[in-house]
T-cell receptor
């Protein structure tokens, strides 16, 4: 069974600093991995996805993530934080079986940006 | 705007009641998914439909049921509601079962 662990339920960084949100996955098959962002009172928006092509994946809003099979990790980074990045971030792994798909989400990391 | 619409946005009801949540997927998307987001359980997959047929089931209670209609919209029915059913319910859609999912804005259900 697939699972995801997000390390750190809250992360706080200063504006302009590096953002690093950690995600480790467990999967018995090559995984599809996703990062979603949820702004207050909104739905989830896809930031980026890994589907076994390039290990370094670039997403929207300057975010990127690197798939490391040896470490079973898919950490999300952004070189310079902006106030508008404050939100909750979810890592997810796709469990696909014969056309059936579900996303298994981590518990989420709330990112706070300090001015 | 993801293109996925959900109604109503908010729903307040009493224990023991039944409610129906509605979802319209993005144009052309055949798969619809339902998720529940609560403080204690996080984001949990409930059920997936593909072109009208149930494809996958998650931790969905027997009091909950869903269906996808010929026009591809979907409804999630929640009955005999309990306080613990209070949560955000998200619908998502994708073109096929292998593509990324696009989420709607959610329906916030409050059971009093």
């Amino acid at each position: 069974a697939q699972s995801v662990t997000q390390l750190g339920s809250h992360v706080s960084v200063s504006e302009g600093a590096l953002v690093l949100l950690r995600c480790n996955y467990s999967s018995s098959v090559p995984p599809y991995l996703f990062w979603y962002v949820q702004y207050p009172n909104q739905g989830l928006q896809l930031l980026l996805k890994y589907t076994s092509a390039a290990t370094l994946v670039k997403g929207i809003n300057g975010f990127e993530a690197e798939f490391k099979k040896s470490e079973t990790s898919f950490h999300l980074t952004k070189p310079s934080a902006h106030m508008s990045d404050a939100a909750e971030y979810f890592c997810a792994v796709s469990a696909t079986n014969q056309g059936a798909q579900k996303l298994v989400f981590g518990q989420g990391t709330r990112l706070t940006i300090n001015p | 705007d993801s293109g996925v619409t959900q109604t109503p946005k908010h729903l307040i009801t009493a224990t023991g009641q039944r409610v129906t949540l509605r979802c319209s997927p993005r144009s052309g998307d055949l798969s619809v998914y339902w998720y529940q987001q609560s403080l204690d359980q996080g984001l949990q997959f409930l059920i997936q439909y593909y072109n009208g047929e149930e494809r996958a089931k998650g931790n969905i209670l027997e009091r909950f049921s869903a269906q996808q209609f010929p026009d591809l919209h979907s409804e999630l029915n929640l009955s005999s509601l309990e306080l613990g059913d209070s949560a955000l319910y998200f619908c998502a859609s994708s073109t096929t079962s292998l593509n990324e999912q696009f989420f709607g804005p959610g329906t916030r259900l409050t059971v009093l």
